[in-house]
Structures are given as C-alpha cells and as structure tokens.
Nanobody
Framework: QVQLVESGGGLVQAGGSLRLSCVAS????????MGWYRQAPGKQRELVAT???????NYADSVKGRFTISRDNPKKTVYLQMNSLKPEDTAVYYC???????????????WGQGTQVTVSS
C-alpha cells in the first residue's frame, strides 16, 4: 500500500514562511516526478510546482521567486519552501507523486490527503 503523507501546513501572517513536507511510503520501486498542487475554496486544483527525479523544477507563475521545491530521493520526500506568503496562497496543498509500485506495477499518480495553509492579511 503506497501512501503520501504531508505535513507542515498551518496559519501564518502575510509575508511569513512555511515549509511543507511529503513522505512517500509503502512498496515503491521507483519515484518519478513529485509535485505540489493546491485548491482554494470554490476553485479548481492547480499546479504549484514539480520536481523531476533529476531535480529539474517547474513553477506556476504565481509562486515563482517565492516558493522553492526540492526533493530527497533516498528519503522519498518532497519539500515546498514557501516564503513571502500572500493571502491568495491560502488553500489546501496536496502532494503528488508519479511512482512505480514494487512488483512490476505501472507508473501511477498518487495523492496525499492535503494540508491546510492559511495566510492572514
């Protein structure tokens, strides 16, 4: 059973920082792209940032220069460092990983349960 577990969300004032973490566990053969998405109330889930196994990164325009995604392959963990937070960053943040389970399974996308980030003005 593969699981992605996020942590690090919370309440912060505008201009503050938070660091999200997401650990993949279970019977995993390999992990490809890992990323963070977010969903604000009444809006669709949107891409925040992704990082490949080779550490290539991609960011939404709205977070470029403020957020940094990174990963630790041996620890099967992806991080999102969020600086200069704005009220419009308020959302539930979801971790995503495209991975191959052990035993020859296909590459499949998995989601975490989400962690709330609230930025007050």
């Amino acid at each position: 059973q593969v699981q992605l577990v996020e942590s690090g969300g919370g309440l912060v004032q505008a201009g503050g920082s938070l660091r999200l973490s997401c650990v993949a566990s279970g019977s995993i053969f390999s992990i490809g792209v890992m990323g963070w998405y977010r969903q604000a109330p009444g809006k669709q889930r949107e891409l925040v940032a992704t990082v490949s196994r080779g550490y290539s990164t991609n960011y939404a325009d709205s977070v470029k220069g403020r957020f940094t995604i990174s990963r630790d392959n041996p620890k099967k963990t992806v991080y999102l460092q969020m600086n200069s937070l704005k009220p419009e960053d308020t959302a539930v943040y979801y971790c995503n990983a495209v991975l191959q389970p052990s035993g020859g399974g296909l590459l499949t996308g998995y989601w975490g349960q989400g962690t709330q980030v609230t930025v007050s003005s």
